[in-house]
């Protein structure tokens, strides 16, 4: 599953025995969680410029995180707002 927002927060609301793996990027808001996330570390990307021959380093900034061990990927991403996840 995926959801996007370009102004605006994403709120979503699953039960508490949500086996996701969640992809969170906002440019301009919060990440917020009830649930007990296991953070998977990204870091950055190198790419090579082909024309010049250079390579430049491109910083990922998406937040990843498993929930009750992972599972199902659901994508989060605005620019203009927080990403809410709330346990029920």
Same mark, same amino acid.
């Given at each position: 599953m995926s959801f996007?927002?370009? /102004? +605006?927060d994403v709120d979503l609301t699953f039960p508490a025995t949500l086996k996701a793996? @969640? !992809?969170m990027k906002t440019e301009q808001g919060e990440i @917020?969680? +009830?649930? *007990?996330m296991n953070m998977i570390k990204t870091g950055p990307i190198q790419k090579k410029d082909t024309k010049s021959g250079t390579y430049k380093v491109v910083i990922d900034e998406w937040v !990843? +995180? *498993?929930? /009750? +061990?992972g599972g199902a990927e659901f994508t989060m991403k605005n620019y203009n707002g927080d990403i809410i996840i709330r346990k029920k």
């Open positions: 996007t927002t370009f /102004n +605006g793996t @969640l !992809k @917020l969680s +009830g649930f *007990d !990843k +995180g *498993d929930i /009750n +061990g």
